[in-house]
């Protein structure tokens, strides 16, 4: 089993639909947690962490459930602009840190 | 916010030479660089951990004599691709942990072996 799990995808949906993603991961010591969006052939940038309590940043909201071990992210009203694949990422604290990504989930925005 | 530098974002070259890629931390001492592969249509894999003053440590199945990484300083890692083969092609992308502002990553380096 990964050590992290993600939706597979890919998602189709129309412009100004809600999405959701989650992401699953395996050994209870991760310890932080974020969303990171990765657009075509470019670098992974940081969409938002996620923490317990839940956050939210505009129209994406983050949601960590440490009893059931998953994180899910919420896209409302969805633009075009939101198409990317978007990569759930664990780290680790332990001697050292260990950071793992989610194999990403593909989301296409069509008009 | 933290930033990342990260040369070549392009390199070509060819079969049995080596490729060095930089990365540097702008404007923060980063003491963990991490070195990451993605092949297409694949998510990112952690390659090797680079602590300054020490060796990289390497995961399982990175062979270390082919991917040598230097950190001799706070703010700068280099991953050297030796003897590069055509299976070596890939996007290679670093990142680095600052206290503030956590995990941020290089722009990338797409590697082409012909």
């Known amino acids: 089993r990964k050590e992290v799990e993600q939706d597979p995808g890919p998602f189709n949906v129309p412009e100004g639909a809600t999405v959701a993603f989650n992401c699953t991961y395996s050994?209870?010591?991760?310890?932080?947690f974020f969303w990171y969006r990765q657009d075509c052939r470019k670098e992974p940038k940081l969409l938002m962490s996620?923490?317990?309590s839940g956050n939210e940043d505009g129209r994406f909201t983050a949601q960590l459930n440490r009893a059931s071990q998953y994180i899910s992210l919420l896209i409302r009203d969805s633009k075009l602009s939101d198409s990317a694949t978007y990569l759930c990422?664990?780290?680790?604290?332990?001697?050292?840190?260990?950071?793992?990504f989610g194999s990403g989930t593909r989301l296409s925005i069509r008009p | 916010g933290a930033v990342v530098s990260q040369h070549p974002s392009r390199v070509i070259c060819k079969s049995g030479t080596s490729v060095k890629i930089e990365c540097r931390s702008l404007?923060?001492?980063?003491?963990?660089m991490f070195w990451y592969r993605q092949f297409p249509k694949q998510s990112l894999m952690l390659m090797a951990t680079?602590?300054?003053?020490?060796?990289?440590?390497?995961e399982q199945g990175v062979e270390k004599d082919k991917f040598l990484i230097n950190h001799a300083s706070l703010t700068l890692s280099t991953l050297t691709v030796t003897s590069a083969h055509p299976e070596d092609s890939s996007f290679y992308i670093c990142?680095?942990?600052?206290?503030?502002?956590?995990?941020?990553f290089g722009s990338g380096t797409r590697l082409t072996v012909v």
């Open positions: 996620v923490y317990s």
């Open positions: 050994n209870s010591a991760s310890q932080s």
């Open positions: 990422v664990v780290i680790q604290y332990s001697s050292a840190s260990k950071i793992i």
């Open positions: 990142s680095a942990q600052d206290k503030d502002y956590g995990y941020t």
């Open positions: 404007d923060f001492q980063a003491t963990t």
């Open positions: 680079s602590n300054e003053g020490s060796k990289a440590t390497y």
